[in-house]
């Protein structure tokens, strides 16, 4: 199951955790202009990834929800099954990347590529 879901509209791609996770990331939505995102990946070895230290939210086992700061960068992780991460890329944000779980990941991050090629 999906933790978050994905809703892209005109002007912004919104991603908005379910359930507990907004509890625990910290967050209700994230809404980003299209003009700010850079790409999206399917990328299962985020799991590897360092994720730096945490604050405000949760890390719990392979459960990494909230905002995570490395590198001077903050990014925004809510996932549940590495296996399903999909790492969105920003610019001019507070946040550099988001990485979130999402049903039909490969799906996901070709729709998201699509539409930024379609429209640049």
Known sequence: ?????????????????????????????????????????HDPGMKHEPKGWR?????????????????????????SGFENAVVIELVNEHFSRLIVSLSNPAMWAAKINERLAAHR
Do not use: C, Y
């Not at 955790?17 to 509890?23: A, Q, V």
């Open 1 to 41: 199951m999906s933790r978050n879901t994905i809703i892209s509209t005109d002007t912004a791609l919104v991603v908005k955790p379910r359930g507990l996770d907004k509890l625990w990331s910290f967050k209700r939505k994230v809404e980003v202009p299209w003009e700010h995102v850079r790409g999206a990946t």
């Open 55 to 79: 604050g405000p939210g949760l890390r719990a086992g392979s459960k990494p929800a909230g905002t995570f700061h490395r590198g001077g960068e903050h990014q925004l992780w809510n996932v």
